[in-house]
Every structure is written in structure tokens, then in C-alpha cells.
């Protein structure tokens, strides 16, 4: 039976975090192949609202005052180190010491065969720096496009979820990045039941492209007056952001600080959004930021929900030509909060139209059979499996 250990200060049960997500789904997926898997992390959360699988997590950890915390989930043996604040950079030293001491008591008890994790933080570091003196082989789940300066010289292996992150690296920084896809559990995500009624819009973000959908909204209510929205307010806050939302090369001059959208409506973060998936017709991506892959985008086609995306790196083959792909204004990308021109908008307007009268059965069929959870798992198998041949637990350098 191979053992992988995940380690990262990133905690696997975070609800806002893609990353988190898909290598809690990925290494799930690995035990139900005989995989034994342990992991070794903090309560570091991408934002506060990631921590709703914990509950009131400041108050588990208040009431109890364990350093370290032990559980069994969906197959996977979690340890969790006790830390007082929920973002990376608040880690203090004797936090990270603690990981760290936490982590080698781990390697010694477990013995894995493979430790796999992201981050490219010092104590993540000193702990792959620590798994390769063992012997042991170590890999790097890369899903964004802001690592090329970092030299991975602690890994035996990278992998990422798309095509178009390991092509930019490749390309920009020689490196050799192995796309495995991107992991589904379809009974988290696809909708029994559906009765479409919205265009959705899911992280109302800066970088997520809330300044096209409010753009796109605020025209809709001439050219399609009958149609509504909803905004998933997951990372941001519609009603706080527009208002800041400015006019191209106007920062001062800001059209929403007092407008209404009443075709607008919002719901707040969720732990299922199978509701929301039930509920929508159209699925908006507008980002504006390099997006690896981009998860909702293909967990709409999994609801046969067709998408009007950005050509944002890995959001196009995330969505399988099931909707309508058009480029973000580049004044828009290099500033989250410059509102598209009336021009501008209008590429989006009639995508948006095409979208909700075009049948993708065909497109949608297509994109779920390459992207089923037992593909994504055969490829990441694939790529463990040279690790794997002379089994780090038995070389006599590894020390017990």
C-alpha cells in the first residue's frame, strides 16, 4: 500500500480555497485506489469564511487547549497544529516550530513513500528539504502562475491541474510541470433537481472580474430587462465593491456609489452549492487574474450549465467549449476596479445572449467524460508511480 503524508501550513478542509479543494478530492480519491494518506498542516485558511467545516473553529480551539489535534476524515488521518491566527503570514516562529517538530514525528511514525503539499513558504521548505535527506520522494502541487521564481530544487516531481500552467512554465521558466486535470465529486457538486432562473456570478473579487459583471448586469437591464442575477458572496461583498468601481482612467470618478442593480440578488458563501448550481442558467467567469483552472467553471458543465467566460489561462479548458470565450479589456486586467466601456461591454452582451439560446448537449457530454474524478486519479497515479518503484521506506538512509 503506497503512503503519501500532505504537508503544508493550508489547511484541507478550507471551503474558499480551489487548491485546498482539489488536493483534498485528489488525495481522497488515492484511498479509494489503496493509497494510505496522512495529513500534516495548521489552521491556515485562504480567508476567514473557509473555515465552516470546523464550525466556530476559535472557539473549539479556545475551549480546547491541545498543541496538536488529531481526526479521521472521508479515509484521510488529519494532524493539526494549534496556531492563533488563520492567514499564512501570521504564522509566528514557535508556530512554525511546532509544525515543523510535529512533522518529523509524523515522517518517523508514518514513514511515507511520497510527501506531497504547496507552499512555497520556509517552513514548508525546511520540511521537503528534511523528507528528501530521508530518501523519501517529494511533490509539488503547483495551481497558480506566480511561482517562476521559485526553483522547486526540494522536489522530485510537480504537478499541476491544467494544460496552460504547465505550458507557462514550460515556456517562461523551463520548468517541468506534469497536468494531471483537475478532480470532481460529482455528489458534492451536481444539482438532483434544477429549475434555472439566473446568470451566477460566484466571488464578487477584484480579480475575480466584478467590474464586467457590473457592467454586464447594469446593461442587461435594457437589453434583457426579464433577466436576473445572482452573486455568490464568497470572497468579497457585491454591495461593498461596486460602489468602489471606477470609470477607465477615472479612479475618482465611481458611476455605482449610490446605484442599485434590482436584477441583482445575493446569497452569502456556501458549503454545498448544489442549490446554487439547481438555480442557475448561465454561469459567468469573468476573471482577470491567471486563473490554473478554475473549478466552478467545470462543476457548471457538470450541471449542464453553459459558461461565459475571460480566456484567463486554464479557464477555457476547464469550461470545454461549453459556452462562449471573450478577452477581458486590458485596461480591466491591469486595473480589477476600471469599468468595461459601453463598447466593451457589449462582446459580453450578446456572448451572454448566445449562451442562454445555444444547446450544448453535445460540448457538455464531451468535457464530462474527460474530466471524471477516474481520470484525474489514473493520471495522478501515472505520474506517482516512478516515485514509487524503490519504496523510500526501505533505502537505509532513511532514518528511524
Not at 38 to 59: E, I, N, Q, R
Not at 103 to 108: A, F, K, M, Q, R
Not at 276 to 292: D, G, M, Q
Not at 371 to 390: G, I, Q, S
Amino acid at each position: 500500500m503506497p503512503k503519501v503524508l500532505w504537508m503544508s501550513p493550508y489547511s484541507l478542509h478550507d471551503t474558499s480555497s480551489g487548491a485546498s479543494i482539489e488536493a483534498k478530492q485528489m488525495l481522497e480519491s488515492l484511498v479509494k485506489h489503496g493509497y494510505e494518506v496522512w495529513s500534516c498542516a495548521t489552521f491556515v485558511f485562504d480567508t476567514p469564511a473557509g473555515t465552516s467545516a470546523f464550525g466556530d473553529l476559535d472557539k473549539t480551539l479556545e475551549t480546547n487547549k491541545n498543541r496538536v489535534f488529531v481526526m479521521d476524515d472521508k479515509g484521510i488521518h488529519y494532524i493539526y497544529v494549534r496556531n492563533k491566527h488563520r492567514d499564512e503570514m501570521s504564522l509566528s516562529m514557535a508556530e512554525s516550530q511546532l509544525l515543523y517538530e510535529t512533522y518529523l514525528d509524523v515522517l518517523d511514525e508514518f514513514k511515507p513513500d511520497i510527501v506531497f503539499g504547496y507552499c512555497p513558504g520556509m517552513v514548508s521548505i525546511a520540511c521537503f528539504s528534511e523528507a528528501q535527506r530521508r530518501g523519501i520522494k517529494t511533490v509539488y502541487f503547483l495551481v497558480n502562475g506566480n511561482h517562476g521564481h521559485f526553483a522547486f530544487n526540494y522536489y522530485d516531481l510537480v504537478i499541476t491541474d491544467s494544460r496552460a500552467t504547465s505550458q507557462l512554465y514550460a515556456a517562461r521558466d523551463n520548468i517541468n510541470v506534469v497536468p494531471i486535470g483537475c478532480p470532481f465529486d460529482l455528489s458534492r457538486i451536481v444539482a438532483k433537481e434544477r429549475d434555472p432562473k439566473y446568470v451566477t456570478f460566484i466571488n464578487p473579487s477584484g480579480a475575480k472580474g466584478v467590474s464586467i459583471f457590473a457592467k454586464l448586469a447594469k446593461a442587461c437591464e435594457k437589453e434583457m430587462p426579464d433577466l436576473r442575477f445572482l452573486v455568490v458572496n464568497s470572497r468579497g461583498n457585491f454591495s461593498q465593491i461596486a460602489p468602489l468601481l471606477h470609470e477607465q482612467g477615472k479612479p475618482d470618478v465611481h458611476p455605482y456609489a449610490n446605484c442599485a442593480f434590482p436584477n441583482v440578488d445575493m446569497t452569502g458563501i456556501q458549503n454545498d452549492m448544489r442549490p446554487v448550481f439547481a438555480i442557475t442558467k448561465a454561469l459567468l467567469v469573468p476573471s482577470l487574474w491567471y486563473e490554473s483552472w478554475g473549478r466552478v467553471s467545470t462543476e457548471a458543465v457538470f450541471n449542464n450549465i453553459p459558461v461565459l467566460c475571460s480566456n484567463s489561462s486554464g479557464i477555457p479548458e476547464a469550461m470545454g467549449g461549453s459556452g462562449v470565450i471573450i478577452e477581458a479589456p486590458k485596461h480591466c486586467q491591469e486595473d480589477f476596479f476600471s469599468l468595461p466601456t459601453d463598447e466593451e461591454i457589449k462582446p459580453w452582451v450578446e456572448g451572454l445572449k448566445t449562451v442562454l439560446s445555444t444547446d450544448y448537449s453535445e460540448q457538455f457530454a464531451k468535457t464530462q467524460q474527460q474530466h471524471t474524478m477516474e481520470n484525474c486519479t489514473r493520471r495522478v497515479m501515472e505520474a506517482f508511480a516512478p516515485l514509487l518503484l524503490p519504496h523510500a521506506t526501505n533505502r537505509p538512509h532513511y532514518y528511524r
